[in-house]
């Protein structure tokens, strides 16, 4: 080879190689695009937009990734999305590096990050001011004063994930509604100190809600379809402290099409008429495990609800060929129904349900789950 030719690598600006990097579809040959040369590896920190670091159960592994952490971002200044999912002892000093990518940063999970606290999430309220996803799943030392902090830096928020944040109550809550006027995504589950009432005056953009076991008050349940825009409902195993039924509330969200009561065990037919007459654009409705609810809920069901497709009714115990009946002469749009060890429906009303709604698929799974992936609503 000639040695007068020139190493092309040298040659070529740094707007030609950001050019070539970001036609680069495959993540092997962006990895592989940083080891050519030291100019070749800064353009590729400098076109980075994204830092993800992978689950593990491996404390070893978690270690190196908290001790790199600080070099990345350093190197990395202009990245979207940033998910630190389970480093459980990340210090709050770690965060500080995110404000390289203030401006730039849109998403940032702290999944299972247990160790942050009020003061690290100060941090990125403080430096990340665009941020429109946060998860703060199991950060068990969230309070009410960091969600404050977090909210009035972050006006931009539109995907909050709070699940299992117990330390939070109803006044963090209020801080977000008042600061946050897009939020319209909410994951509250197993924060059993809400009562709902932080939800009174929420804006219509909300339309998606995860309270699964939680602990909501009637007047609590009813703030929480103040807002008039819920679409999706989670309340799977609500609890109740004075053990009496008060799910009519959910009768008012009048724009409801996803609604979760598996395992509501207060559920009374009062609550599920109410629901059924109230929520006419319901399209999937999990009633599993649902013991309280009888004839009078079932026919209100089939009388009410026109636009439903998936109906989930397996494992209740009141459910009898009657009530199937009734679900076989309505819900002209059924297009699923989820039944199995329903004890009171017998062959024969499960043949004559057959016969007359052919185009029904009756399916023995039970589903936990209903309506759309909730990942799809944590992605920019």
Same mark, same amino acid.
């Given at each position: 080879?000639?040695?007068?030719?020139?190493?092309?690598?040298?040659?070529?600006?740094?707007?030609?190689?950001?050019?070539?990097?970001?036609?680069?579809?495959?993540?092997?040959?962006?990895? *592989?695009f940083?080891?050519?040369?030291?100019?070749?590896?800064?353009?590729?920190?400098?076109?980075? =937009?994204?830092?993800?670091?992978?689950?593990?159960?491996?404390? %070893?592994?978690?270690?190196?990734y908290?001790?790199?952490?600080?070099?990345?971002?350093?190197?990395?200044?202009?990245?979207?999305?940033?998910?630190?999912?389970?480093?459980?002892?990340?210090?709050?000093?770690?965060?500080?590096?995110?404000?390289?990518?203030?401006?730039?940063?849109?998403?940032?999970?702290?999944?299972?990050?247990?160790?942050?606290?009020?003061?690290?999430?100060?941090?990125?309220s403080?430096?990340?001011?665009?941020?429109?996803?946060?998860?703060?799943?199991?950060?068990?030392?969230?309070?009410?004063?960091?969600?404050?902090?977090?909210?009035?830096?972050?006006?931009?928020?539109?995907s909050?994930?709070?699940?299992?944040?117990?330390?939070?109550?109803?006044?963090g809550?209020?801080?977000?509604?008042?600061?946050?006027?897009?939020?319209?995504t909410?994951?509250? *589950?197993?924060?059993r100190?809400?009562?709902?009432?932080?939800? %009174?005056?929420?804006?219509?953009?909300?339309?998606?809600?995860? *309270?699964?076991?939680?602990?909501?008050?009637?007047?609590?349940?009813?703030?929480?379809?103040?807002?008039?825009?819920?679409?999706?409902?989670?309340?799977?195993?609500?609890?109740?402290?004075?053990?009496?039924?008060?799910?009519?509330?959910?009768?008012?969200?009048?724009?409801?099409?996803?609604?979760?009561? %598996?395992?509501? =065990?207060?559920?009374?037919?009062?609550?599920?008429?109410?629901?059924?007459?109230?929520?006419?654009?319901?399209?999937?409705?999990?009633?599993?495990?649902?013991?309280?609810?009888?004839?009078?809920?079932?026919?209100?069901?089939?009388?009410?609800?026109?636009?439903?497709?998936?109906? #989930?009714v397996? =494992?209740?115990?009141?459910?009898?060929?009657?009530?199937?009946?009734?679900? =076989?002469?309505?819900?002209?749009?059924?297009?699923?129904?989820h039944?199995?060890?329903?004890g009171?429906?017998?062959? #024969?009303?499960?043949?004559?349900?057959?016969? *007359?709604?052919?185009?029904?698929?009756?399916?023995?799974?039970?589903?936990?789950?209903?309506?759309?992936?909730?990942?799809?609503?944590?992605?920019?």
């Amino acid at each position: 080879m000639d040695n007068n030719v020139e190493n092309y690598s040298d040659v070529l600006s740094d707007d030609c190689l950001f050019s070539i990097f970001n036609k680069l579809e495959n993540e092997t040959d962006r990895n *592989a695009f940083g080891l050519t040369c030291k100019n070749w590896f800064e353009v590729q920190n400098i076109s980075r =937009r994204s830092l993800i670091f992978q689950f593990s159960f491996n404390p %070893r592994i978690y270690k190196e990734y908290a001790q790199c952490l600080s070099k990345l971002l350093v190197r990395s200044p202009y990245l979207n999305l940033v998910s630190l999912a389970g480093l459980t002892e990340l210090p709050d000093l770690t965060l500080y590096g995110l404000r390289i990518s203030g401006p730039s940063l849109q998403s940032l999970s702290f999944y299972c990050c247990s160790g942050i606290t009020d003061d690290g999430l100060e941090q990125v309220s403080v430096g990340c001011p665009n941020l429109v996803i946060v998860e703060l799943y199991r950060c068990f030392n969230i309070t009410d004063h960091g969600l404050e902090n977090l909210s009035k830096g972050c006006h931009a928020l539109k995907s909050l994930n709070l699940g299992y944040c117990v330390a939070i109550s109803d006044r963090g809550i209020a801080a977000v509604f008042r600061n946050c006027p897009n939020i319209g995504t909410i994951i509250i *589950a197993y924060c059993r100190g809400l009562s709902g009432v932080g939800f %009174r005056g929420c804006t219509g953009s909300l339309s998606y809600l995860e *309270a699964e076991s939680c602990m909501l008050s009637p007047d609590g349940l009813l703030d929480v379809v103040s807002g008039g825009g819920l679409e999706y409902l989670n309340l799977h195993s609500l609890r109740s402290s004075t053990g009496l039924d008060s799910l009519d509330r959910v009768g008012y969200a009048k724009k409801l099409r996803f609604l979760n009561l %598996r395992m509501c =065990r207060y559920l009374t037919d009062d609550s599920v008429i109410a629901i059924a007459s109230g929520c006419p654009l319901i399209e999937e409705w999990s009633l599993a495990v649902c013991h309280g609810v009888h004839f009078p809920g079932w026919s209100a069901i089939g009388l009410y609800c026109n636009k439903l497709k998936i109906l #989930h009714v397996n =494992r209740c115990r009141n459910i009898c060929d009657q009530g199937l009946q009734a679900l =076989r002469d309505g819900c002209v749009g059924l297009e699923v129904l989820h039944i199995h060890v329903c004890g009171k429906i017998t062959h #024969h009303g499960l043949a004559l349900f057959s016969i *007359a709604r052919p185009n029904v698929k009756q399916r023995a799974d039970e589903v936990v789950s209903v309506g759309p992936s909730i990942e799809d609503l944590f992605r920019l």
